[in-house]
């Protein structure tokens, strides 16, 4: 029986590394995109000749690493264009073609079309300031808001506002950012007539945090224990949130954490942790953002850009 689970084991490790560079693969060359449908376990399966299960298994893996999202009663489809690690793929090809064809609906010629927006968002970066009471979120959404909107970003931590120099800085951007704290944002706001935005987070992150906890003790390692409490609090009213553990690197000890425990390295954690502190499987971390605040983001980038031109 030994061998046999082992045996069973290896075939799982090895179908999940092929299906994980088959799905890389296809993205980066636009053989998928986006919303794609993959083959159902039963069929991959059959091309793969590996055991349904491993096939499955494989797929629960993937599905926490926010490459595949699994629909009851209708398959699993390819969620994005990235790759676990973070890596930017080719633009999807079908996005693009519909894209293009709605500057043509509206008279815009393709290149036309690519000439503005190049000018919108390289007449000068526009620059946002993140608001937070700790430096977990702080350093996150810094990342985020440079990586994925190519914004200039400042910090202004909230226990900080009453610096006359950080008030002076941010009369110096175009808006402010928080991902809570409305009423102490909108207070600053107002002092140095900015707009602001209160940052909603991806529902699917929690829905995919709530899925870990349902089947195991799940681990979130942080380096400010402010961002800890929160998150404790927040998940507190989940159900199995008994399962949820907080660490915080450089003070605990993460030897605690049991092998191939689900993992969230917090971004600002990751450059203290590497696999010699700890033996749980790390849970790729993907963007913060909602659709709606992502929407918020891009409107003040683009009022931003108008009036530079005007």
């Not at 950080?166 to 110096?172: G, P």
Request: net charge positive; hydrophobic share 45%.
């Amino acid at each position: 029986m030994a061998e046999s689970a082992g045996a069973y084991e290896r075939n799982g490790a090895t179908v999940l590394r092929l299906m994980r560079g088959r799905i890389e693969t296809d993205l980066s060359t636009g053989a998928l995109e986006h919303g794609d449908r993959l083959p159902s376990v039963r069929d991959l399966a059959r091309q793969l000749g590996a055991d349904p299960r491993a096939v499955l298994a494989a797929y629960q893996h993937l599905v926490e690493e926010g490459l595949v999202e699994i629909r009851p009663r209708s398959g699993v489809f390819v969620t994005g264009a990235f790759t676990p690690a973070g890596h930017a793929l080719a633009l999807p090809r079908r996005w693009m073609l519909d894209t293009l064809l709605a500057g043509i609906a509206r008279d815009i010629p393709p290149l036309a079309l690519a000439d503005h927006i190049r000018s919108v968002f390289g007449a000068r970066r526009a620059r946002a300031a993140v608001l937070e009471c700790n430096d977990d979120q702080i350093f996150s959404m810094r990342e985020e808001l440079r990586t994925f909107f190519g914004l200039d970003v400042v910090v202004a931590p909230l226990d900080c506002l009453v610096n006359s120099g950080v008030l002076r800085e941010l009369h110096d951007v175009d808006f402010l950012i928080s991902a809570g704290h409305a009423d102490i944002v909108a207070r600053t706001a107002a002092i140095v007539n900015k707009p602001y935005v209160i940052a909603q987070a991806r529902p699917s992150l929690m829905g995919r945090l709530s899925r870990l906890l349902a089947r195991d003790s799940v681990y979130f390692l942080v380096i400010d224990p402010r961002f800890g409490a929160k998150m404790r609090r927040i998940v507190a009213p989940m159900p199995h949130s008994e399962n949820f553990h907080v660490l915080v690197v450089n003070r605990d000890d993460l030897s605690v954490i049991p092998p191939n425990a689900p993992t969230y390295v917090m971004r600002g954690a990751r450059p203290f942790v590497s696999n010699r502190l700890h033996s749980g499987r790390e849970i790729p971390l993907q963007r913060i953002f909602s659709h709606e605040t992502s929407r918020e983001i891009l409107t003040h980038m683009l009022a931003c850009a108008h009036k530079t031109d005007a």
